[in-house]
């Protein structure tokens, strides 16, 4: 995704004809970012040899599935739904992991009847369900379970998920206690230690801690795992202020880790591999003035793309065209739908902007459209994959009868 020439291009496309095609708002996404961030995450980790789950809640697009299968990765899965998805798409069943706090007993028993490699259990009374299931399907199913190591990830505290105060896994004393319960099951194998701490993680740090937190507890419990899942929640860089993730520091703690512990390690990225992969194509409807502001109206909305009302995230926003003349306005870019939280970004200094220009939301591949709703009843925007010049729709624009 570059300018050419002062003109916005997804590989061979011009973002211009693309919302004259499709209409806007409009997903696009490039295939030559999903292929990229995928061989960039599996060669930083080679040494390492991980089984990739891409986590699905990030993007749950069939036709994007696929093509990430088509490139090697598993899926980490949170619903039914997005297990039905998944294997749909092809993914291999022994490279799907279940993961939540919540699955009910219908998706229990569909997650075992699927043969999947584990399912990630964040409770005893989970497990003992699982059991309950297990021996009326009279299989011996594989778990893992998922600790809460008491870390802060440093992130939102809307997306920390391994704090003590957090709904997730399970503490010490907890996990010690149902491992213990479990060992002579004929119908439960514990084969993996779990463990999430958060989302959009920019410091190796917490990441360093949790695998020291991990260390203790393997040292005290004399337990022998398979598996170590890792979880996911690798960020990447929104505002384009430099910050990233420093993979490399993260990789020597693992590789110090099972020096130690001889384990097969699970990665579940969803955000460091489709994060940048999407836009948002949009359309100035108006410009509005008062007092205090000059709103920039748009026809994409929190419906569309929720992150900036939920958690106040950041999104850039950039011209399709480039025409080099600064307005000396501060512009507030906001959708069109009937809450004061409907709004994206603020910018001190933007170039001149007029009605009916296609403006570009960015960074919104991950938790975009997964997150989208109907609210006011707006209809869901298309969806499309851009290869070189093709163009396909993965997902067409809802229509009202769609949702009345």
Do not use: W
């Not at 926003?317 to 600064?326: A, D, G, L, T």
């Amino acid at each position: 995704m570059q300018y050419i020439n002062n003109k916005f291009y997804i590989e061979k496309k011009s973002v211009k004809s693309l919302a004259e095609k499709f209409n806007t708002p409009l997903y696009c996404y490039s295939f030559k970012n999903l292929k990229t961030n995928i061989q960039n995450f599996k060669k930083t980790f080679k040494s390492i040899s991980p089984l990739i789950c891409f986590s699905v809640k990030s993007n749950s697009n069939v036709y994007l599935l696929k093509e990430i299968k088509k490139l090697g990765l598993g899926a980490d899965v949170v619903s039914k739904g997005e297990l039905f998805a998944s294997l749909k798409a092809g993914i291999n069943k022994n490279k799907i992991v279940f993961s939540g706090v919540g699955k009910t007993e219908e998706e229990i028993e569909y997650a075992i009847r699927k043969n999947i490699l584990l399912i990630n259990s964040e409770s005893l009374s989970e497990v003992l369900k699982i059991e309950e299931i297990a021996k009326k399907e009279n299989k011996l199913v594989n778990i893992g379970l998922r600790l809460n190591p008491d870390t802060d990830a440093k992130t939102l505290k809307q997306i920390s998920t391994g704090k003590s105060e957090n709904k997730f896994g399970v503490d010490e004393k907890t996990f010690i206690k149902i491992i213990n319960l479990m060992k002579k099951s004929k119908f439960i194998r514990i084969k993996c230690l779990s463990v999430h701490i958060g989302s959009q993680i920019l410091n190796h740090k917490p990441y360093e801690k949790m695998l020291g937190v991990l260390d203790k507890l393997l040292k005290r419990l004399k337990y022998k795992f398979d598996i170590i899942d890792l979880g996911g929640g690798m960020g990447i860089n929104y505002e384009k202020n430099n910050r990233k993730l420093n993979y490399n520091e993260y990789k020597k703690s693992i590789i110090k880790f099972r020096r130690k512990h001889n384990c097969k390690i699970i990665f579940e990225p969803g955000r460091s591999i489709i994060g940048n992969v999407g836009i948002i194509l949009t359309k100035v409807i108006y410009l509005k003035h008062n007092k205090s502001k000059n709103f920039v109206i748009l026809d994409v909305a929190m419906n569309d793309l929720i992150r900036p009302a939920l958690y106040n995230a950041k999104h850039r926003i950039i011209p399709s065209i480039k025409n080099n003349s600064m307005s000396k306005k501060v512009l507030e870019f906001v959708g069109p739908i009937c809450e004061t939280t409907d709004k994206f970004l603020t910018e001190k200094k933007y170039q001149n902007i007029k009605e009916n220009d296609i403006m570009i939301v960015c960074d919104t591949g991950a938790y975009g459209f997964s997150l989208s709703s109907n609210y006011n009843l707006r209809v869901k925007p298309a969806e499309i994959l851009i290869k070189g010049n093709k163009v396909q729709i993965i997902r067409k624009r809802q229509k009202i009868v769609d949702i009345i």
